[in-house]
């Protein structure tokens, strides 16, 4: 669906935390970007800066403490039209988070069973060419706990992809997969992005994937406790006067 | 704005004409016409015309695929977007579906097979937990006091309002119901010898094990379990640990030492809850204490608190045993939850039957 403006608006987003007993826990503050349709825009940041807290505020599932985050046009705070939002855009989690009763085939068949009229076969269909697009059309029958970690993470994008929305959230799609499969999924995300317009948000911190897939990207940090960079990546790597942007993509100790 | 397909000849051609959103929601209305259409006998070629179309996603383009694959052969496009080309490309280069090879079928010796292992599996076992048992004073380390303790007080000292509250009302109710026969033959004193001699030798070693089964040994099975699915497991054998020390004897000794603790109070709430009973009936609380010092014999109170002892370590172990074999995902978890109270319950009355016998033959 064409959209006038960006797809995704933050707004000087803050998140803290109450800690046990007194006083609460900043993660970041200030945090202010947007993404427009057709970008693939990725999240980075070291470990435990608040890259997947970020992802969570803008999917809705995390309110933020100050700021407000537009989707798709639409306030997702206090969100009255969320449900219509959540439709229109994919999420695959950290872990996959796949249904572990169901079989990779029902888990992606479950978004077009539940808002599609579409008729069995052709779900049954449209879930196998997904899973296909994915690599995975040879283990459609197979149950979550019987494939491996890359496997599951394969067909939670899959499960993202089902209602081919114009708008996806990928939390860590290539950490623990093999080089090979990675750099087939970062193809995949610029493929899908050309072919369908489909616009990406992924959180990562694999630097190849990175410099491979990203027309901009944020980088957050733990100790700034906010935004300390936002563009090229290939630009900052270059030529980016903070020290810890530099380290970051130079893989230096800190 | 949804699909929308109409069928027309061109020069000996077939077109199918699609207008509007070929998307998931847009192509529900078309599909099985498009099918249709598509399977139907061709003379010439068989054409999609998509110049209409705002948008054709995965669905319009897994929608073409299927209706090439009714048609049994390649179908012209036209009036395509340039990534569509592209997008069939990716989705054709996926393998087919593997074929669903069919399960072999049950035979006696298949059937026979599994039962052997299912048993071979519960002798070994009893075996690493009676090892685990014999070498716990060399891995005195290995056996930590604190996840003894710690068990203990939630299989013990958390049950204890239950299984008073439980006693009491089944001692009551079982008074009440055999009072009102009883009285028919003015013998309602002899409640208080029926109520005593039941709850002590079988009702409160059964319930309390119950409870243990419902209560500690699904959790025994939902704890361990998880640790298998985390792996966590595989992380203390990996430690040069034994599980069956760290995990197990730890669970075993608790539920051994909180059994008869509990079933004394099942008795003592339930003999409490029928001398409500029988003083409503008109009896004295002397004249219940004689009856009951009439009836029962220490060796009755013994032989039900060793019968607890006995209950409480098949809870324990099979519900350890189940979290051990779980197999992988929440799934399991549930079912490991579910086979420790069931197998426990099972394996209680069991043994109830063999202790029957033997404390017959034993003349107790």
């Not at chain 2, 009491?168 to 013998?187: D, E, K, M, N």
């Amino acid at each position: 669906m064409a959209l006038d403006g960006p797809v995704l608006e933050v707004r000087d987003v803050a998140q803290s935390f109450s800690t046990e007993g007194f006083g609460t826990r900043l993660i970041y503050e200030h945090v202010s970007f947007s993404v427009t349709a057709g970008e693939v825009f990725v999240i980075l940041g070291g470990s435990g800066c608040g890259k997947s807290t970020l992802m969570k505020q803008i999917i809705g599932l995390l309110p933020p403490t100050a700021g407000s985050v537009r989707v798709l046009g639409h306030d997702m705070y206090p969100g009255d039209d969320r449900g219509d939002v959540l439709t229109r855009i994919g999420v695959m989690f950290q872990s996959g988070a796949l249904f572990g009763s169901m079989t990779l085939l029902e888990n992606v068949m479950l978004p077009l069973q539940m808002h599609t009229d579409l008729p069995e076969e052709a779900r049954v269909a449209l879930a196998r060419a997904k899973l296909g697009l994915v690599g995975l059309a040879d283990s459609t029958e197979l149950l979550p706990a019987e494939i491996s970690g890359g496997m599951a993470k394969r067909a939670a994008i899959a499960r993202a992809l089902a209602l081919d929305p114009p708008l996806l959230f990928l939390d860590e799609p290539s950490a623990g997969l093999d080089p090979v499969t990675s750099a087939g999924l970062d193809q995949l995300i610029l493929d899908l992005r050309d072919i369908l317009r489909a616009t990406f948000v992924v959180v990562t911190h694999e630097l190849a994937s990175i410099l491979a897939i990203a027309d901009r990207c944020l980088m957050l940090d733990r100790g700034a406790h906010g935004v300390i960079a936002l563009g090229d990546p290939r630009a900052l790597r270059d030529g980016s006067d903070d020290p810890r942007v530099r380290a970051f993509f130079r893989r230096e100790a800190a | 704005m949804s699909a929308t397909l109409s069928v027309s000849t061109e020069d000996g051609a077939t077109v199918l004409r699609f207008t509007g959103r070929m998307d998931a929601a847009g192509i529900a209305g078309i599909w099985t016409q498009t099918m249709r259409a598509a399977a139907e006998p061709h003379e010439g070629a068989l054409v999609a015309d998509l110049a209409g179309v705002a948008l054709c996603d995965t669905a319009g383009a897994t929608l073409l695929l299927g209706a090439e694959a009714r048609h049994g052969g390649p179908i012209g496009l036209r009036g395509q977007e340039a990534g569509l080309d592209t997008l069939l490309d990716r989705l054709r280069r996926a393998p087919p579906p593997p074929q669903p090879t069919p399960a072999p079928g049950w035979t006696f010796t298949s059937l026979a097979r599994l039962g052997l292992r299912a048993a071979g599996g519960g002798i070994a076992y009893l075996g690493e937990v009676a090892v685990a048992l014999a070498m716990a004073p060399s891995r005195r380390r290995m056996l930590r006091l604190s996840d003894l303790l710690r068990t203990a007080d939630e299989a013990g000292v958390r049950a204890v309002p239950l299984i008073l509250m439980l006693g009491f009302l089944i001692g009551l109710i079982l008074a009440f119901q055999s009072a009102v026969p009883l009285q028919r033959f003015g013998a309602e004193i002899f409640v208080a010898n029926l109520v005593s001699v039941s709850l002590l030798r079988e009702l409160g070693p059964l319930l309390t094990a119950v409870i243990l089964a419902g209560r500690t040994g699904s959790a025994f099975a939902a704890e361990i379990g998880t640790m298998k699915v985390n792996e966590e497991i595989a992380a203390i054998r990996t430690l040069g640990l034994d599980p069956m020390t760290m995990l197990v004897l730890p669970r075993l000794l608790a539920a051994l030492l909180v059994m008869p603790a509990l079933t004394l109070l099942m008795d003592a709430s339930g003999i409490a809850g029928m001398s409500v009973v029988m003083q409503a009936l008109g009896y004295s609380p002397d004249a219940i204490a004689i009856q009951i010092r009439q009836t029962v014999a220490l060796g009755d109170l013994f032989g039900g608190l060793f019968k607890a002892m006995m209950f409480g370590a098949a809870v324990a172990a099979i519900g350890c045993r189940c979290g051990l074999a779980a197999g992988n995902g929440p799934r399991a978890v549930g079912q490991a939850a579910t086979g420790a109270v069931v197998g426990g319950i099972v394996a209680m009355v069991l043994l109830d039957g063999v202790f029957a016998v033997l404390f017959y033959l034993l003349g107790w």
